[in-house]
T-cell receptor, first 113, second 115 residues
Framework: EAQVTQNPRYLITVTGKKLTVTCSQN?????MSWYRQDPGLGLRQIYYSMNVEVTDKGDVPEGYKVSRKEKRNFPLILESPSPNQTSLYFC????????????FGPGTRLTVT | AQSVAQPEDQVNVAEGNPLTVKCTYS??????LFWYVQYPNRGLQFLLKYITGDNLVKGSYGFEAEFNKSQTSFHLKKPSALVSDSALYFCAVRPPSSNTGKLIFGQGTTLQVKP
């Protein structure tokens, strides 16, 4: 089954404790992206990647890092989480051409206390 | 600034009645337009898209959307709503000039279909 998977689905952590949210897709997509969803704001892009070893900042990259060492994986790293990073996070992937729809993972609900 | 607006936070409709979820955008050029649906505790699911051609596009679960270039709108419609259509709906736009692949999302509209 074609899918995007994320782990963990739920995470409660404390300020400053490094964490990683994993994302993997099995569709051989070149493009991958991370979004955060906050009430009343829709989804905002954090980082994206056009292909292996090619990553760039989205609209809200502060406090986040990513890596793309393999085509299928695109982990999101929070080196020192803060309460304002409490949010619902989605990973997405697609073929590179802009007219293609993105496929979304199930989401990771992160709470930073 | 490029933006997408969904003017209604919530739309309420009775089962069997037609529904419309509105979306307008402010993007230069001819953007790609998308609708996604989010069920509780689930990720976003693609419903339909407009790239070019016929202004009325059909998608999953009986949904369709009408593109209106002069009004820069892309309203989502369904002739007969089901209770199971109740969910959060997002309109999204990708500018044709974008080299980031980024989707610009509206803030979402909650659709509530009552029996």
């Amino acid at each position: 089954e074609a899918q995007v998977t994320q782990n963990p689905r739920y995470l409660i952590t404390v300020t400053g404790k490094k964490l990683t949210v994993t994302c993997s897709q099995n569709m051989n997509h070149e493009y991958m992206s991370w979004y955060r969803q906050d009430p009343g704001l829709g989804l905002r892009q954090i980082y994206y990647s056009m292909n292996v070893e090619v990553t760039d900042k989205g609209d809200v990259p502060e406090g986040y890092k990513v890596s793309r060492k393999e085509k299928r994986n695109f982990p999101l790293i929070l080196e020192s989480p803060s309460p304002n990073q409490t949010s619902l996070y989605f990973c997405a992937s697609s073929l590179l051409q802009g007219s293609n729809e993105q496929y979304f993972g199930p989401g990771t609900r992160l709470t930073v206390t | 600034a490029q933006s997408v607006a969904q003017p209604e936070d919530q739309v309420n409709v009775a089962e069997g009645n037609p529904l419309t979820v509105k979306c307008t955008y402010s993007v230069s050029g001819n953007p790609y337009l998308f609708w996604y649906v989010q069920y509780p505790n689930r990720g976003l699911q693609f419903l339909l898209k407009y790239i070019t051609g016929d202004n009325l596009v059909k998608g999953s679960y009986g949904f369709e959307a009408e593109f209106n270039k002069s009004q820069t709108s892309f309203h989502l419609k369904k002739p007969s709503a089901l209770v199971s259509d109740s969910a959060l709906y997002f309109c999204a736009v990708r500018p044709p000039s974008s080299n980031t692949g980024k989707l610009i999302f509206g803030q979402g509209t909650t659709l509530q279909v009552k029996p």
